[in-house]
């Protein structure tokens, strides 16, 4: 199976800052990496797939990159809709797994 | 506008079983790819099946953990997914919910449902 190690777990930032937020697969993956928001106490919401495209009416100030096996979403300017857990995942091969998630919250 | 809608969820003991479903709208739910992904309370999440669409036999795919115990089916004829689940365990108890994937070289995850609650006690 495909590992993804997300880091952080957490971290604190205050609005108008730039959040970065990382995926290492254990193996290769092509651009099948996709990032998901939640809230507390609702379902998850696609943000990003193929890496680095935005899904439909995603803001532009959320963004994705790679390098290698190393994955990155940043946030270019944190908003107070920003906060929240985000996620990544890797389909590229089964079982499709997730990175652990990262809790972002106010400073 | 795309849904997906679940239900069926409940307490249940161990050793029992349960079937959800997914009830869908808004788009061609023959075309796509739909999976089941579960979040148990206060953790992360964590896939567990895939359909795939009817241009590709409607075969599955599953998790380690629920392969042998869990099936998922479809009926295009009403645009649901079903998840049939038997001899359920403690470590069953979580959200599930269904996401549609869609096709741009690679199944990616792209619409939510809002998650329906199973748990297993006694």
């Known amino acids: 199976d495909i590992q993804m190690t997300q880091s952080p777990s957490s971290l604190s930032a205050s609005v108008g800052d730039r959040v970065t937020i990382t995926c290492r697969a254990s193996?290769?993956?092509?651009?099948?990496l996709a990032w998901f928001q939640q809230k507390p106490g609702k379902a998850p919401k696609s943000l990003i797939f193929?890496?680095?495209t935005l899904q439909s009416g995603v803001p532009s100030r959320f963004s994705g990159s790679a390098s290698g096996t190393d994955f990155t979403l940043t946030i270019s300017s944190l908003q107070p809709e920003d906060f929240a857990t985000y996620y990544c995942?890797?389909?590229?091969?089964?079982?499709?797994?997730f990175g652990g998630g990262t809790k972002v919250d106010i400073k | 506008e795309v849904q997906l809608v679940e239900s069926g969820g409940g307490l249940v003991q161990p050793g029992g079983s349960l079937r959800l479903s997914c009830a869908t709208s808004g788009f061609t739910f023959s075309d796509h790819y739909i999976d089941w992904v579960r979040q148990a309370p206060e953790k992360g999440l964590e896939w567990v099946g895939r359909?795939?669409?009817?241009?590709?036999?409607?075969?599955?795919e599953y998790a380690a953990s629920v392969k042998g115990r869990f099936t998922i089916s479809r009926d295009d004829s009403k645009n649901s997914l079903y998840l049939q689940m038997n001899s359920l365990k403690t470590e069953d108890t979580a959200a599930y919910y269904c996401?549609?994937?869609?096709?741009?070289?690679?199944?990616?995850?792209?619409?939510w449902g809002q998650g329906t609650l199973v748990t297993v006690s006694s």
């Open positions: 995942q890797q389909y590229s091969s089964y079982p499709l797994t």
């Open positions: 193929a890496t680095s």
């Open positions: 193996q290769g993956i092509s651009n099948y």
């Open positions: 359909t795939r669409n009817k241009a590709n036999s409607y075969t599955t």
């Open positions: 996401v549609r994937s869609s096709y741009i070289s690679g199944w990616y995850p792209d619409y």
